[in-house]
């Protein structure tokens, strides 16, 4: 149907209709930012990207963001990869073009640019990189929110396939475990690793919760979430035992506590996986400490914006 027949999008958040948006250097309203048909991003999601977050005039952890983001696109040996300092620059410009300081979500993606014709092939890129700003108004949903979660039958890639650290675009194994999660009515599903360990939840991390001590899978096979690596620092020093090992489903099942970790939804417990349900969701001593911690943290120690 064109676009103009259409009844009138509803937007999560009508405040992001009047957002504007960086793409490789102009900074333009949504409806305007585009990108090419020839973009590898479109002929075959080549390109990465980093979700941040703004937390009181300042982007928390956006050196470690901007680390993963380089090593990424290194890994997948992207060309004339823009300097730290201009993709620094160019989040801070559009942050201050939207006047955005708190509740805000940045989806920050660098693909491996435009190509001279259709196809995979990195030599047809001769136009450098496309960088990709878009802010959004969306304050974090999940602190008191309890997810319910299914067990994917998608596998998550272990480095056999697709080396889960590089954190790419191309996610349609995570997509179909998200839809499986809808069509169940379920908030997630965990996606296995080749194994049957549980590597992670669709778009977030998973953690533990046992006799007091905080467990989450090795990072062999998930995303290792800025989050998550986050939780894992704090859980320490709050003299919390935390642990990266093997966690089985029966683990999950009977764990005393369960949360999910991300930078979008922060830590959000989880109160029923494949119908059990998590027997201390309603205390959840330690998920609610974590969260108190992270919420602390992430308001005090993040990069400011420049005036
Ligand atoms: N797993 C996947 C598959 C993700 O896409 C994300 C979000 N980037 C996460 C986990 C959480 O990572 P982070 O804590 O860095 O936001």
Known sequence: MPDAQRPEPVLPDPRNAGI????????????EACVSVFD???????AVWEGLRVYDGKVA????HLDRLFDSAHA?????????????QALFDTLRANGMR???????TLTRGKKVTSGMNPKWNQYGPTLIILPEWKPPIYRDRRLRLITSSIRRNNPQCLDSKIHHSNLINNILAKIEANHAGADGAIMLDLNGFVSEVNGTNLFIVRRGEVITPHADSCLPGITRGLVLRLARADGIPAVERNVSMTEVYTADEVF??????????VEEVDGRRIRGVE??????????????WVRTHGTPIPE
């Open 102 to 108: 708190d509740g805000v979500h940045i989806r920050l």
């Open 283 to 296: 205390d959840r001593p330690i998920t609610r400490r974590l969260q108190q911690r992270y919420a602390e």
């Open 20 to 31: 504007l948006v960086y793409v490789n250097g102009a900074i333009v309203p949504r409806e």
């Open 61 to 64: 952890e956006l050196e470690a």
């Open 260 to 269: 999910a970790t991300g930078t979008e939804g922060e830590l959000a417990p």
């Open 40 to 46: 590898s991003v479109v002929q075959a999601g080549d």
């Open 76 to 88: 997948l040996a992207f060309q004339e990869v823009p300097s730290r300092e201009v993709v620094r």
